[in-house]
C-alpha cells in the first residue's frame, strides 16, 4: 500500500512537469509561426521557449545531494525528489522587434505593432503581431498576420525524479536519478535519468579530518530529460489568406508525422559541505551548472508557395512545398562560475531511516527542492 502510494506520487509530480513542457504549445499558433518561414520561425521558438529550457536545465542541476557525508560501503539511500526552478523576470518577456524578422532582400517584409511578447513563462496576454507582405509582380501579397504566442502565466519548471546513492570505497557515493516515462495524447512522453558522484575529501585533510560532526565533499552529476509532443498543424491556417488566391491541399495523412522534440542535458559540479547531528543535519555547497537543449520541430509541415497565373496569385501547398523537420536549435545555458559561483543552503531531518529535507539554490534560475527518502548508513 505505501509503496502504491510513493508511486502514485512519484507520478503526479511527473505529470505537473510534463504538463509545464506540453504547454509550450501556446502553439496551437504553431502553423502561423511557421507561415514566416523556417528563418524567422526558428528566432521566434528560441525566443519563446529559452527561459522554460534553461529553467528546466536549472531544475535538473540541484536535488543531488542532502549531506555531505558519504555512506559506508553498501549503505544505501533512496530518494524522491522535487525541485522547482523558479524563472526569472528577464526571462518572461521579449521584444520582437529584436529578433531581425524578415528578409528584405528577398522581398520579405514584416510589421511588428506593439511593445513586447510573452515568453512560455510570462504572461497570459496576446503577443506583438505580426503582418508579412511578400513582394510578388512588383506588389505586396499578404502572407500572414497574427499575434505571437501567449504565455502560460506559469513562471517556473518543476523535475520530479527518483534518486539512488549506494556507498562505494573511500567514502565515495554512487548516485543514480530516474523519472519513468509518462506517455499522454497521441504518441507524447517524458522522462529523465542521471548519474552522479559524491566523494569525501575531509578524510584527505589532516586539519580537518579528525573533527566530529562536521563533513567536506564535492559532488558532480549529469542529468538528461528528453521530451516528445505530438503536433497537428494543418493547411487550414492558409484558408484565411483571402486575397491571394486559391489553395491546393489534398494531402491525407501527410502531416500525420509532426512532433515536438525537447531534449535537455544537465552537467553539474559543487563543494558540499554539512553539520550532522542526531537528528538534523545543516548542509549547502558551493558550485557551477552548465545545461543544453535541443529544440526540434520534426514532420512535415505545409507551407504555401506563391505561383503567377495569368497574372494572378495562387497558393499551392502539397508535398514539394512542406517544410520537412524545420526547426533544430540548440540553447545554452550556464548557472555559476569559479568568480561567481551558485550557493545552496537546506536542512534534512532524520526520522529513523526516514528523511526528509527542503533546500534553497541562488542562481540566475533559483531552485527550491524537497526530498523524502530512505537512508541506511
Not at 500572414?144 to 556507498?167: C, D, E, H
Not at 489568406?241 to 515536438?260: H, K, M, R
Not at 542535458?265 to 552548465?290: E, L, M, R
Not at 505561383?307 to 512545398?321: G, L, N
Request: net charge negative.
Amino acid at each position: 500500500m505505501k509503496r502504491n502510494k510513493l508511486l502514485l506520487t512519484i507520478l503526479t509530480f511527473s505529470l505537473t512537469l510534463l504538463l509545464s513542457v506540453s504547454s509550450y504549445a501556446q502553439f496551437g499558433q504553431l502553423g502561423q509561426v511557421l507561415s514566416a518561414g523556417t528563418d524567422d520561425a526558428e528566432k521566434i521558438f528560441e525566443a519563446y521557449l529559452s527561459p522554460y529550457a534553461n529553467g528546466i536545465g536549472a531544475s535538473l542541476s540541484t536535488g543531488w545531494y542532502n549531506t555531505a557525508k558519504a555512506h559506508k560501503i553498501g549503505g544505501f539511500d533512496i530518494s524522491v525528489s522535487f525541485n522547482l526552478a523558479i524563472i526569472p523576470t528577464a526571462g518572461k518577456s521579449y521584444n520582437a522587434e529584436d529578433l531581425n524578422l524578415g528578409d528584405p532582400s528577398n522581398g520579405l517584409n514584416v510589421a511588428i505593432d506593439g511593445a513586447n511578447s510573452s515568453t512560455a513563462a510570462g504572461s497570459n496576454d496576446p503577443g506583438q503581431q505580426l503582418t508579412y507582405n511578400q513582394d510578388i509582380l512588383d506588389a505586396p501579397v499578404l502572407i500572414a498576420q497574427f499575434n505571437l504566442p501567449k504565455g502560460t502565466g506559469f513562471g517556473y519548471t518543476p523535475a520530479p525524479m527518483i534518486q539512488l546513492g549506494v556507498g562505494l570505497v573511500k567514502e565515495t557515493d554512487l548516485q543514480f536519478r530516474y523519472s519513468p516515462d509518462i506517455e499522454w495524447g497521441n504518441g507524447s512522453k517524458i522522462g529523465l535519468w542521471g548519474i552522479g558522484l559524491k566523494h569525501s575529501i575531509k578524510q584527505w585533510i589532516p586539519a580537518i579530518n579528525k573533527l566530529p560532526l562536521f563533513d567536506l565533499s564535492v559532488q558532480g552529476g549529469y542529468t538528461k530529460l528528453k521530451s516528445t509532443s505530438a503536433l497537428n498543424v494543418q493547411p487550414s491556417f492558409y484558408d484565411n489568406i483571402t486575397d491571394a488566391g486559391d489553395i491546393v491541399q489534398d494531402l491525407p495523412g501527410f502531416y500525420d508525422n509532426q512532433e515536438l522534440l525537447l531534449d535537455v542535458s544537465n552537467i553539474t559540479a559543487n563543494v558540499i559541505f554539512s553539520g550532522d547531528f542526531k537528528i538534523i543535519c545543516i548542509y549547502g555547497g558551493v558550485g557551477i551548472s552548465s545545461s543544453s537543449a535541443i529544440l526540434q520541430l520534426n514532420g512535415n509541415y505545409p507551407y504555401p508557395e506563391f505561383v503567377d497565373i495569368t497574372s494572378s496569385t495562387q497558393i499551392i501547398i502539397d508535398e514539394t512545398t512542406a517544410l520537412v523537420d524545420p526547426i533544430d536549435i540548440k540553447i545554452e545555458s550556464s548557472d555559476g562560475s569559479v568568480t561567481k559561483p551558485r550557493f545552496n543552503a537546506g536542512f534534512r531531518l532524520k526520522f529513523a531511516v526516514v528523511t526528509l529535507n527542503f533546500d534553497y539554490t541562488y542562481a540566475n534560475y533559483s531552485v527550491a527542492s524537497a526530498g523524502l527518502g530512505i537512508s541506511f548508513r
